[in-house]
């Protein structure tokens, strides 16, 4: 377990600078003059230089990106562009645990939802039940979020709040109320994949001969499934939720831009419209950080639980 | 298991497989239904994007000013959109772009991805070691983000430089950055596994070379999951497109993509809902009908997957099965 | 494999759901970076109002020395004064000055602040204070992009801005409730330029206190003052108890920030904003039908032209003949009334109606297919010398698209041309529109831009875009009558009819050389709860008269 844990660390350390290096590189190529952007329609020479020494973008590109490293090393992510005087510690700061919870809770819909149902789905394998719920599954996953929300919301308005029944508020956060929709948007399109994936995990280990053993044993069905079956279907399940949990967090800038909520992906999204490349550098190393630590938890798990895989680097 | 006479004896076409079976792999797919229809609706998808506007002969551009946001009428089967252009000569181009994204998104990926994992996976020491760590490192890259910043930054150049063309291949080039890492990752697993099989060991030891080997034992190997994970790929890549259109980095209007015309009547879902359905459900069944023709094609290829399959040994399956579900989970994922 | 393997499994399905339930109820934990909303919300009874602030998650900065969008002008007009403002009339009227008076040549005007006159938190403001603001927003390092461009008439304003000096010799305090600004030439619409927040009175002792962190609590003369500012979310202002003129009954203001406007029109139509729209991102067009009819919707003509500016450097459109076949070959009621379904009113001219000078009639190029190919013709295109591919660019944003697509498809069926259309996203849309300004020959060809006034006066719209010496004039339209009438506009000495007559002319050469071709002016469509009194809609926004007469509904 340690090895690892500090192999993995050090490819973090490896991941960040070639990530914080990549970002760079296509900042530095990128045509255009991130302070002309930030100025806008006006301009004045005088406040252009002196724009540009206070962001050191006057200096050679290696020294820009030497002196991000070092502020990185100590945890500085460097000032904004876009909003003058701010931190891009500061901006991010709210987001990342906006963006986590919404993607805990999403994971965690997705999950109690799709698991039992690809279980069940397993179990009658090629009823009425195992088509109708796997196709539904794989349809919700095809309707793009952009989709989704406008429908929830028509519904919301003209069925619920249009006949007086107590109904969701369409944006905004804050309140308990104004996690249901963005949550069920996005616990949709990860509980499809989870139910098709318990599903043909379940069946797989069905099949298995231990398992075909307990069953000529005479052991009870709901014991064999129970036992034996699921802790190993679940396996599987286990090595996607760091990746998608990652993939949660810092795919959901849409579900965000449309809920208003300020979460670390919108943020991001919002930096390259602005080409706020402080931000934008500052989202991806967060985000490569929550990768790779998911990561790394799911392979920790993964040992725990299965010991015949040995860590494979 | 395998002997090394049994492959030899194998036909070319078949020897994706690797086990011994009694029937041929399209006997095995035909078995499936389900693929079957939905290859059948694939074809049918393909011709309405490639024969259909020809068939048709609306012009997909064409703007009726009276039939702004319309409903299904004789003049316009399905309609017209916001700018009362037809729904249906629109989805039959809308189609032909969103696959040929699709498609060059998958070249670059198999081109990209799939090389580096064989190579990775053959060569094994330094040189795995490098195209590993630096697929860890896209992997690690927040994907959509990443084609975002890409298609956000040098968008305009290109299109300037390149023209509509330049512009579809750098969308393509920048999604596939999401796409084919996995594909690397992928790949590298399954050739380590078929490198350490009997068969290559026993082709080794009677003297072929490097490139036979990889020829003839590796590369029939992993031809069949390239293929199935670029399949289950496209439903992705279709979506991810509409996404860079949401932020204005897709495709370039007046020219449609499917998500392109999901997005442009989204606006008007309560003025006319027909609008959104339309392109959505072809949305859809792209979406149903590549993840089936390529669960398909994995049960044909791995037949143990298959109901039907016969038995063998677990541990080589799982790893099989593990590995089939990495760049599906993150094809769905990286969709949202 | 036991059970015991089982339960980090179950552990971490556990925790999921335990974050997804807890973190909602009480955003504690990880989420508590995220200020809870409970205690920023005003107590119930009390009356509260939610205007949402459209087009961006985030306001760029609340300092009035640099606006550096509509919507952060929104807020700061909410918590800074100046020495004068605008009433719902958009007339200039006193606000921390209360009278002044204009020299006879008109370079010099004496303002006398108001008595009493205080910040939010208590000190009082001198006329030094104003001075002092406006010295600091010219500073260099304070980085304004505006205040030397709105400011730079009074006389020494460009050694301040040039780093040169700290003080612009034309700002005199006299003693503490006199100020005199002195100009390098009569300028008739400087009074109108004051009610631009650059010259906002600024509390100089919290701004030396805290540089760049000041307006988390920002504070002025204005009826209000920052309570809490929930950054990429909302920005919450409680009434200012030293107001001038009153506090303000209304207990708290609740500015949300929301990117795209659907989403703030499905808030207000489930009951969760007061007021909805601005003017760069009113009620969206698509909705337009369903609220028309309801009491809640105000609309008026908004003071702005949506325009296609031409590259005048650039062949094919360095020919004025070129241009007026590109603007004759438009049918724009067809534009208006069906694609953007009347959410818009067609103009033919520069000056939005209702703008001041906009009484006085202009001549357009009306639609005419046929006069239009004929114009092209007479530019020497034709079957011999086809007319090049010509590339339309446009901002990424709202109906820009269906515009500009709509477009595309007249000027090939009016005119035969093929354009090739080019959206941007905004950020670098507008970088080439610099780039084009200072590098013409590398510059876009025409493109799609729109002009909202700043102050209400015709120099703004007539000299700012088109006077060839202007830094606006993006296309570089370069007219000799026109500069002649709209310089000697600008500094006219005389009554104020006779310089709109001016404009006037000069607008007309504009309009038939196309130094503009003019689209249409957006309507600015907005919702207003009936709950709410006691706010005017303008050309320029809204305007709350006032504030002690403003209601809202009860915060519940």
């Known amino acids: 377990m340690a090895p690892l844990i500090s192999r993995r660390l050090l490819s973090l350390i490896f991941v960040i600078f070639s990530i914080t290096f990549l970002t760079f590189i296509v900042g530095s190529l990128a045509p255009g003059d991130p302070i002309l952007v930030m100025m806008g329609p006006r301009r004045d020479p005088a406040i252009y230089e002196n724009l540009r020494h206070q962001y050191g973008l006057d200096l050679p590109w290696w020294q820009q990106y030497f002196n991000y490293v070092g502020g990185l090393l100590h945890g500085d992510l460097g000032m904004s562009y876009r909003y003058q005087g701010r931190s891009v510690n500061e901006i991010l700061g709210g987001g990342v645990g906006v963006s986590i919870s919404l993607g805990f809770a999403a994971l965690a819909v997705s999950l109690l939802i799709g698991i039992p149902l690809g279980i069940l789905a397993a179990l009658r394998q090629n009823s009425w039940f195992d088509r109708t719920s796997m196709i539904t599954m794989l349809a919700l996953f095809s309707i793009p979020t952009f989709v989704m929300i406008p429908i929830l919301r028509a519904f919301n308005y003209y069925v619920l709040y249009k006949n007086g029944l107590p109904s969701l508020p369409p944006a905004g956060w804050g309140t308990p109320a104004h996690w249901v929709l963005p949550v069920i948007v996005l616990a949709a399109v990860s509980m499809g994949y989870m139910a098709r994936l318990t599903r043909s995990s379940m069946l797989e280990t069905l099949r298995q001969d231990y398992i075909r053993t307990a069953n000529a044993k005479g052991l009870p069905q709901r014991r064999v499934v129970g036992v034996h079956a699921l802790r190993n279907a679940l396996l599987p399940i286990v090595t996607v939720i760091g990746p998608a949990m990652a993939f949660l967090v810092t795919g959901s800038f849409v579900v965000e831009s449309l809920f208003a909520i300020p979460g670390v992906g919108f943020i991001g999204v919002q930096a390259i419209s602005q080409r706020d490349y402080p931000v934008i550098q500052g989202t991806t190393v967060v985000l490569a950080v929550a990768v790779v630590v998911m990561n790394l938890v799911t392979d920790i798990l993964y040992t725990v639980l299965d010991p015949r895989i040995k860590s494979e680097g | 298991m395998a002997t090394p006479e049994a492959v030899q004896l194998a036909p070319a076409g078949n020897s994706v497989l690797m086990h011994r079976n009694r029937h041929g792999f399209w006997w095995r797919f035909s078995r499936n239904r389900l693929a079957v229809v939905s290859l059948a609706v694939a074809i049918l998808l393909i011709l309405l994007a490639t024969a259909g506007p020809l068939w048709y002969g609306v012009d997909a551009n064409y703007q009726d000013y009276d039939a702004i946001n319309s409903w299904p009428s004789s003049a316009h089967p399905l309609g017209a959109d916001s700018l009362g252009r037809d729904t249906l000569a629109r989805i039959m181009q809308g189609l032909r772009v969103s696959l040929t994204v699709a498609f060059y998104v998958e070249l670059i990926t198999i081109a990209v991805g799939a090389t580096l994992g064989l190579l990775a996976g053959y060569a094994g020491g330094h040189v795995d070691n490098v195209i590993s760590r630096f697929a860890d490192m896209l992997f690690a890259f927040p994907g959509l983000l990443f084609a975002i910043l890409i298609a956000a930054v040098f968008g305009q150049a290109v299109t300037e430089r390149f023209g509509g063309i330049g512009r579809l291949l750098l969308v393509a080039g920048s999604l596939a950055l999401v796409s084919w890492p996995l594909m690397a990752r992928y790949v590298r697993g399954q050739t380590l596994t078929l490198k350490e099989r009997d068969f290559v060991g026993a082709a080794r030891s009677i003297g072929a070379s490097n490139g036979r080997i990889m020829r003839s034992h590796i590369m029939p190997g992993v031809i069949g999951l390239i293929v199935i994970s670029a399949t289950l790929d496209v439903a992705a890549v279709v979506v991810n497109e509409a996404v860079l259109s949401l932020l204005g980095l897709g495709i370039q209007p007046p020219d449609p993509s499917v998500g392109q015309m999901i997005r442009q009547s989204i606006d008007y879902l309560e003025t006319n809902w027909t609008q959104v359905l339309f392109p959505s459900l072809v949305l859809t069944l792209l979406v149903l009908v590549f993840s089936f023709v390529g669960d398909g094609l994995r049960d044909a290829v791995d037949p143990q997957s298959a109901t039907h399959a016969e038995r063998s040994n677990a541990p080589p399956r799982r790893r099989l099965s593990r590995s089939i579900s990495y760049p599906v989970a993150l094809s769905v994922v990286h969709m949202l | ?556």
């Open chain 3, 1 to 556: 494999m036991s059970w015991k393997k089982m339960i980090p499994l179950f552990v971490l399905v556990l925790v999921a759901v335990v974050a997804a339930g807890c973190a909602a109820p009480a955003p504690t934990g990880q989420s508590a970076a995220q200020p809870a909303a409970a205690e920023a919300t005003a107590p119930a009874g009390v009356q509260k109002l939610i205007w949402s602030v459209e087009g961006v998650n985030e306001l760029p900065g609340l300092d009035p020395a640099n606006p550096q969008n509509a919507q952060s002008i929104q807020a700061i007009n909410l918590i800074f004064g100046g020495l004068v403002k605008l009433d719902d009339q958009l007339n200039v009227v006193p606000d921390g000055a209360e009278k002044w008076e204009v020299s006879e040549d008109g370079k010099t005007y004496t303002f006398t602040i108001r008595e009493g006159l205080k910040f939010a938190d208590g000190a009082p403001v001198t006329a030094n204070d104003f001075a002092a603001s406006i010295n600091r927003a010219l500073q260099p390092e304070t980085a304004s992009y505006g205040a030397s461009f709105q400011l730079g008439h009074i006389v020494g304003a460009n050694d301040v801005a040039a780093g040169n000096a700290k003080e612009a010799s034309g700002i005199v305090v006299v003693d503490d409730r006199t100020l005199a600004i002195t100009l390098d030439d009569n300028v008739p619409y400087f009074l109108a330029q004051l009610t631009y927040p650059v010259s906002f009175a600024v509390p100089l002792q919290a701004v030396e206190k805290d540089p760049t962190g000041w307006t988390e609590k920002a504070f002025g003369t204005g009826p209000f003052q920052v309570k809490e500012w929930q950054h990429n979310q909302k920005l919450i202002l409680e009434p200012n108890p030293n107001y001038w003129a009153g506090a303000p009954s209304i207990a708290e203001v609740e500015l949300p920030f929301f990117q795209d406007s659907e989403t703030a029109y499905q808030l207000y139509r489930t009951g969760g904003l007061d007021i909805m729209g601005s003017q760069q991102n009113p009620v969206p067009a698509a909705h337009v039908a369903e609220v028309k009819d309801s009491p809640d919707f105000k609309t008026v003509a908004s003071f702005a032209t949506r325009y296609i500016g031409f590259n005048n450097k650039l062949a094919p459109f360095d020919n004025p003949q070129v241009r007026r076949a590109f603007a004759l070959a438009v049918d724009k009621a067809t534009l208006a009334d069906k694609v953007l379904s009347g959410a818009v009113t067609p103009t033919d001219r520069i000056v939005p109606a209702g703008f001041p000078g906009s009484q006085l009639p202009v001549k357009g190029l009306a639609f005419d297919a046929a006069a239009a190919k004929q114009e092209l013709a007479a530019a020497g295109y034709g079957a011999d010398n086809p007319f090049p591919q010509v590339t339309f660019t446009y901002g990424a944003e709202g109906d820009n698209e269906r515009v500009a697509t709509f477009l595309q498809q007249q000027w090939k069926e009016n005119l035969g041309v093929d354009v090739v259309l080019q959206p941007l996203e905004l950020a670098t849309f507008s970088k080439n529109l610099d780039t084009t300004y200072l590098t013409p020959e590398a510059g876009l060809q025409f493109y799609l831009s729109i002009w909202g006034a700043d102050y209400p006066d015709a120099q703004n719209f007539v000299s700012q875009q088109l006077r060839s010496d202007s830094p606006n004039n993006n296309g570089h339209f370069e007219n000799a009558d026109f500069d002649k009438l709209a310089m000697e506009a600008d500094t006219f000495i005389g009554s104020a009819e006779d310089r709109l007559k001016l404009y006037n002319e000069a607008e007309q050469i504009a309009v038939d050389q196309v130094g503009w071709l003019p689209l249409y002016s957006p309507s600015f469509n907005v919702l207003i709860r009936p709950e709410v009194s006691g706010v005017v809609a303008t050309g320029q926004g809204l305007v709350f008269p006032d504030w002690s007469q403003v209601t809202s509904r009860a915060a519940q």
